[in-house]
T-cell receptor, first 109, second 113 residues
Framework: GQQVMQIPQYQHVQEGEDFTTYCNSSTTLSNIQWYKQRPGGHPVFLIQ?????EVKKQKRLTFQFGEAKKNSSLHITATQTTDVGTYFC?????????FGQGTELSVKP | NAGVTQTPKFRVLKTGQSMTLLCAQDMNHEYMYWYRQDPGMGLRLIHYSVGEGTTAKGEVPDGYNVSRLKKQNFLLGLESAAPSQTSVYFC????????????FGDGTRLSIL
């Protein structure tokens, strides 16, 4: 079964609002990666977190890795229409990268 | 650099037919992967390879076979296609270790009637 759970499945926001997606695992992850997939496109790597409690920023995107290395989040500040797409987390478990189900973000102008 | 190239981009098959999906990468990556993507399921690993001549099973390997005869190519075969295999298939590759970022191809949209 799915070992990396991601919520919510869908999120609709007004342009300018914030957005957060959460990723949870029942077991400790070696690291976590985040990918973005635009509609009709392929997943594109965004970032990797390795250390417990790590926080990384990319412009309006903030990525966090939990202290226990079992959860992670992606927060987007002041969404723009270019942020539309599906965001996936992927945790390294037993040497394999296990993807969450993804959160589909739509942004209304 | 083309990156990761998948062929074909679209295909419609009848139940019981066979076909091979081709993935080629020009980044000299050791690791290659095949995923399937279904609505609400994310990306599920079918098979992967850690180097030329090696293959291993992922989460959902049943009904698929793979081969990695050359480092740059990773083939996914469906011997007897079933409607449950209707999906979008993505190939990806990465450098030597499995915690490296994966680079994805554009995908193959496969429909089994």
């Amino acid at each position: 079964g799915q070992q990396v759970m991601q919520i919510p499945q869908y999120q609709h926001v007004q342009e300018g609002e914030d957005f957060t997606t959460y990723c949870n695992s029942s077991t400790t992850l070696s690291n976590i990666q985040w990918y973005k997939q635009r509609p009709g496109g392929h997943p594109v790597f965004l970032i990797q977190l390795v250390k417990s409690g790590e926080v990384k920023k990319q412009k309006r995107l903030t990525f966090q890795f939990g202290e226990a290395k079992k959860n992670s989040s992606l927060h987007i500040t002041a969404t723009q229409t270019t942020d539309v797409g599906t965001y996936f987390c992927a945790g390294l478990l037993g040497g394999k990268l296990i993807f969450g189900q993804g959160t589909e973000l739509s942004v209304k102008p | 650099n083309a990156g990761v190239t998948q062929t074909p981009k679209f295909r419609v098959l009848k139940t019981g037919q066979s076909m091979t999906l081709l993935c080629a990468q020009d980044m000299n990556h050791e690791y290659m992967y095949w995923y399937r993507q279904d609505p609400g399921m994310g990306l599920r690993l079918i098979h992967y390879s850690v180097g030329e001549g090696t293959t291993a099973k992922g989460e959902v390997p049943d009904g698929y076979n793979v081969s990695r005869l050359k480092k740059q190519n990773f083939l996914l075969g469906l011997e007897s296609a079933a409607p449950s295999q209707t999906s979008v298939y993505f190939c990806a590759s990465s450098y030597g270790t499995r915690n490296q970022p994966q680079h994805f191809g554009d995908g193959t949209r496969l429909s089994i009637l």
